[in-house]
């Protein structure tokens, strides 16, 4: 069963437009949430966080926003650049509990210049 | 800044082969992980330590050991490698917060 989900596979966004990826997730007990963006062959550096006493983060281009009763977030990134093409996956962690992450299945960003 | 270092970037091995994955970290973190990632189903844990000799099983263990006698090194163990363990296979160290990768090492069964 899987507890984050990331059902855009793919997303193409101009360069200089706003690129919006989301996330879903079923565990209510999750209250830590974190984005990656993952290069080929490399491993995933860590983007943006956000804990559920919040409902937004913003760093420089990035801004996560997370809607705790539909169990729902996003990543804006305002402007793409073609930089930003890479995979992108959200995470997410109960901290009072285990310490591991779930993650979800990733989305394909693609920033065409 | 912590660095994770995998030992191999890529691998190519044969099935039936024993095959043996290290990840070292220079910080001293306690909590190391092991992942791998397929083309559609993300990031998938395989094992994970929180403490030296201490090992749980994470979501897809079938097929895999591990082993941590010191606090730095996790090494991830293919009993007896198969086709369908062709995979990018991902070490993690966790400090406060996030997690922090290492590169990855790509390996191929044949």
């Known amino acids: 069963d899987q507890q984050v989900k990331q059902n855009s596979p793919s997303l193409s966004v101009q360069e200089g437009r706003i690129s919006i990826l989301n996330c879903d997730y079923t565990n209510s007990m999750f209250d830590y949430f974190l984005w990656y963006k993952k290069y080929p062959a490399e491993g995933p550096t860590f983007l943006i966080s956000?804990?559920?006493?919040?409902d937004k983060n913003e760093d420089g281009r990035f801004t996560v926003f997370l809607n705790k009763s539909a169990k729902h977030l996003s990543l804006h990134i305002v402007p793409s650049q073609p930089g930003d093409s890479a995979v992108y996956f959200c995470a997410a962690s109960n901290l009072r509990g285990a310490y591991k992450y779930i993650f979800g299945t990733g989305t394909r960003l693609k920033v065409l210049a | 800044d912590v660095k994770v270092t995998q030992s191999s970037r890529y691998l190519v091995k044969r099935t039936g082969e024993k095959v043996f994955l290290e990840c070292v970290q220079d910080m001293d973190h306690e909590n190391m992980f092991w992942y791998r990632q397929d083309p559609g189903l993300g990031l998938r844990l395989i094992y994970f330590?929180?403490?030296?000799?201490?090992?749980e099983k994470g979501d897809i263990p079938e097929g895999y050991s591990v082993s941590r006698e010191k606090k730095e090194r996790f090494s991830l163990i293919l009993e007896s490698a198969s086709t369908n363990q062709t995979s990018m296979y991902l070490c993690?160290?966790?400090?406060?917060?996030?997690?922090?990768f290492g590169s990855g090492t790509r390996l191929t069964v044949v």
């Open positions: 330590s929180y403490d030296v000799k201490m090992k």
């Open positions: 956000i804990s559920s006493i919040k």
């Open positions: 993690a160290t966790q400090g406060s917060g996030g997690y922090t």
